[in-house]
């Protein structure tokens, strides 16, 4: 009698809690994830980009010089000297990790992303009727951003 009751006191003294105390660990979901490591969608949103560098078909493009954008996280964004591809304000959306659907008209993707610089690539296909061919120029953009 004696031997079963020293059983269960043992048994709730030390496994119980280590059973408990194990069960509470389920684990990194990614191993291979770093917990600091920000999202896309968070470097995105996270404050204002100055356009550093444009090319149309691999020319340097000054068209966009003193651009400036910002995205917020409720999926708009807003620009200036963003000429007739990035409006005053609109509204972008992801598509998967790494494209922008940019206010229904094209599809950007980044290409590259850090706290610090940002890479988008898209292919324009309209030309416009803005004010000179510098302004509705169609091809292959990559544009680099710079905080």
């Known amino acids: 009698m004696k031997t079963i009751s ?18 509470g660990c389920g684990g990194d979901p990614d191993p291979g994830a770093d917990p600091d490591e920000k999202t896309k969608a968070e470097l995105l949103t996270s404050g204002q980009w100055s356009a550093s560098n444009v090319t149309i078909d691999g020319v340097n493009s000054q068209v966009y010089a003193g651009m400036t954008i910002s995205f917020t996280s409720a999926t708009g964004y807003s620009s200036n000297n963003g000429g007739v591809i990035w409006k005053s304000s609109g509204t972008y959306r992801f598509q998967g990790d790494s494209e922008l659907v940019v206010d229904d008209d094209f599809t950007a993707t980044i290409t590259d992303i850090t706290a610090t610089s940002m890479k988008l690539s898209f292919n324009r296909t309209k030309t416009t009727l803005g004010p000179g061919r510098d302004s509705s120029v169609k091809g292959a953009y990559i544009f680099t951003f710079s905080r």
């Open 6 to 23: 020293l059983v269960r006191i043992a048994l709730c003294c030390f496994a119980l809690p280590a059973l408990l105390f194990t069960s």
